[in-house]
Nanobody, 118 residues
Framework: EVQLVESGGGLVQPGGSLRLSCAASGFTFDNYYMAWVRQAPGKGLEWVSSISMLGDWTYYAESMKDRITVSRDNAKNTLYLQMNSLKSEDTAVYYC???????????WGQGTQVTVSS
């Protein structure tokens, strides 16, 4: 069974940092591109970042590209998202997913809440 479990979210002040993690199991992790996608309150899903199978290619949404770094540790079957200089508009539930672009994403995790507020 494919499982993705996100962690690392929480309440942080504007300008702060968080590192999200996504533990993967039930599939061959390094056979897949992986992605982070977020959903802000009352809004639709927004793609944030993707990373290639070996981590040598990374892709970022324009809205966050100067403030985030995606990485992966294939030995640990874990995906990461380092987020810096957080803004209130970054408040959202952050999900990791297998990136099957251009088809889309599948095998979502349960998400981790990130709240940026003073």
């Amino acid at each position: 069974e494919v499982q993705l479990v996100e962690s690392g979210g929480g309440l942080v002040q504007p300008g702060g940092s968080l590192r999200l993690s996504c533990a993967a199991s039930g599939f061959t992790f390094d056979n897949y591109y992986m992605a982070w996608v977020r959903q802000a309150p009352g809004k639709g899903l927004e793609w944030v970042s993707s990373i290639s199978m070996l981590g040598d290619w990374t892709y970022y949404a324009e809205s966050m590209k100067d403030r985030i770094t995606v990485s992966r540790d294939n030995a640990k079957n874990t995906l990461y998202l380092q987020m810096n200089s957080l803004k209130s508009e970054d408040t959202a539930v952050y999900y990791c997913a297998r990136d099957l672009s251009p088809t889309g994403f599948n095998s979502w995790g349960q998400g981790t809440q990130v709240t940026v507020s003073s």
